[in-house]
């Protein structure tokens, strides 16, 4: 069975920093390119970040450029997102997903190129 599995979600203050990561199962992690989105309360999915399958390319949404880092560790099956420098807006639930694509590198932004998703992990930042 596919699936992913979002952890690392928490509160923080505003300036803060939380890692999120993603455990994947189900098929081969390392063949595929990854994306997390994210979704404030009210708001439609937002694509966050991308990173290529073997790590060399990275990806990031204009808002989170320079604060938020996407790492692999394909010999666990993991995928990871840390946040620095956090900002009341960045409020939302992550989500991580699977490309549909193994070597998708172009139209990494566009949510419909991604088949599975997980469940979501809540990230808060008060004030």
């Known amino acids: 069975q596919v699936q992913l599995v979002e952890s690392g979600g928490g509160l923080a203050q505003p300036g803060g920093s939380l890692r999120l990561s993603c455990a994947a199962s189900g098929f081969t992690f390392s063949s595929y390119t990854m994306s997390w989105a994210r979704q404030a309360p009210g708001k439609g999915l937002e694509w966050v970040s991308g990173?290529?399958?073997?790590?060399?390319?990275?990806h990031y949404a204009d808002s989170v450029k320079g604060r938020f880092t996407i790492s692999r560790d394909n010999a666990k099956n993991t995928m990871y997102l840390q946040l620095n420098s956090l900002k009341p807006e960045d409020t939302a639930l992550y989500y991580c997903?699977?490309?549909?694509?193994?070597?998708?590198?172009?139209?990494?932004?566009?949510?419909?190129?991604?088949?599975?998703w997980g469940q979501g992990t809540q990230v808060t930042v008060s004030s």
């Open positions: 990173i290529y399958y073997d790590g060399r390319d990275t």
């Open positions: 997903a699977k490309a549909i694509d193994p070597y998708l590198n172009s139209d990494y932004d566009k949510l419909d190129e991604y088949d599975v």
